[in-house]
């Protein structure tokens, strides 16, 4: 689409939301445009949200809490 030319008002709440949604060099017309494209259908909609760094990190931080977890398991059951 064009430039954008017209101004809309939004709650803080869906400004917030179009925060969230932006991806990387994104205007929040360039989001809605991408929103109002998607198909509703489409199963993988909402994927991809998390940028790379992002879902690294998050990866990461549950493989730590998973070898947390089973280290704490160890430890319970030699104490029995």
Known sequence: ???ANEH???S???KRELENRRRDGESY???LERLLDEDD???L???GRWSDDHADRVRERREASKRESK???K???KDE
Do not use: H, Q, Y
């Open 12 to 14: 803080e709440t869906v």
């Open 71 to 73: 280290a704490r398991t």
């Open 29 to 31: 017309n360039d989001v």
């Open 8 to 10: 809309i008002r939004v």
């Open 1 to 3: 689409m064009g430039t």
């Open 45 to 47: 909609a909402g994927f």
């Open 41 to 43: 259908r489409d199963l």
């Open 75 to 77: 430890r319970l059951e």
